[in-house]
């Protein structure tokens, strides 16, 4: 009898610490969104209009005008749901696995986080935080919620890294991508233009490419790949969007693919479609909500 006591006080000690390791992720992933987003500075109170994009290389300046048509508004804030199938980036022969996720995206300064569960097998799942917040990269992947299974080391190449993907992903909240957003673009030839973004001291830049209805296709350019032995090497990156549609008043992508470019040739490992997504223009006149205020009501 003593024995089944104490085996089942240990099993309710160890199932006490699951749930405290799973409500600490949780808990991180919920302040740093409410951190990103009461920092966040409102859009301009205004439309877009041709103006904001006059004097930009020709791609670009057609890209805007078909997916801000008039009336649209400055984006501040963007959640976005998706799903899809995510692997290894090191291995061409890694199988994909599936995932859902949830982004939240601040547009000044740029800020996401990316809260993603990838269903390993039946029963076992990993948990992923990715995210640009404060002007600091963060990746970290938890197994079951709980057991690291991976933690980026932090600093200047993860910064860059999480930056870059900002960039990348802002066909999906295309006023980011105006000048008047931090945005410089370079012409490069009729189809393809240079853009590049600095935030708190990172400057990242990639290669956008338009097809003959003037949507982003292809993002490209260079990239920290975390080796195993956890360690930053430089690589070729690119993304591909595909199915423009209209959302919130505005034409953005709703499946997007993300590859590496290894010696032996791209190797995707990211393939998602956007099943939901919100752009919100926040009220500047609203009081924000504290995470302190959050606990205590």
Request: charge should be neutral.
């Amino acid at each position: 009898m003593i024995l089944l006591l104490g085996l089942a006080l240990t099993l309710a000690v160890l199932a006490g610490l699951f749930v405290v390791k799973r409500t600490q992720l949780t808990r991180r992933v919920e302040t740093m969104v409410d951190e990103m987003r009461s920092a966040s500075i409102p859009p301009l109170e205004r439309e877009v209009r041709p103006t904001d994009w006059a004097g930009l290389p020709a791609p670009v300046q057609r890209y805007f005008e078909h997916v801000l048509p008039a009336g649209t508004s400055y984006t501040g804030t963007v959640t976005i749901q998706q799903r899809g199938t995510f692997r290894d980036g090191d291995r061409s022969s890694a199988p994909w696995s599936p995932f859902t996720a949830t982004q939240h995206v601040t547009i000044r300064p740029p800020g996401f986080v990316w809260d993603a569960t990838i269903q390993m097998m039946p029963g076992l799942s990993v948990r992923v935080l990715d995210a640009y917040h404060d002007g600091q990269g963060h990746l970290q992947a938890r197994l079951g919620g709980i057991v690291p299974v991976m933690d980026a080391p932090p600093g200047p190449k993860l910064d860059e890294g999480e930056l870059l993907r900002y960039l990348a992903e802002a066909p999906l909240y295309p006023t980011a991508l105006l000048p008047g957003m931090g945005v410089d673009w370079t012409r490069i030839d009729d189809q393809s233009a240079r853009a590049t973004l600095t935030d708190r001291g990172t400057t990242v830049s990639l290669v956008f490419s338009f097809n003959e209805r003037n949507e982003v296709t292809r993002v490209r350019g260079t990239r920290g790949f975390l080796t195993n032995e956890g360690t930053y090497e430089s690589r070729g990156w690119t993304g591909f969007w595909h199915h423009y549609a209209e959302r919130n008043g505005r034409r953005v992508p709703m499946e997007g693919e993300v590859a590496w470019i290894a010696p032996e040739g791209k190797i995707s490992y990211w393939r998602g479609h956007v099943h939901h997504i919100e752009h919100a223009t926040p009220d500047p006149t609203a009081p924000s909500t504290s995470k302190k205020e959050l606990d205590s009501a």
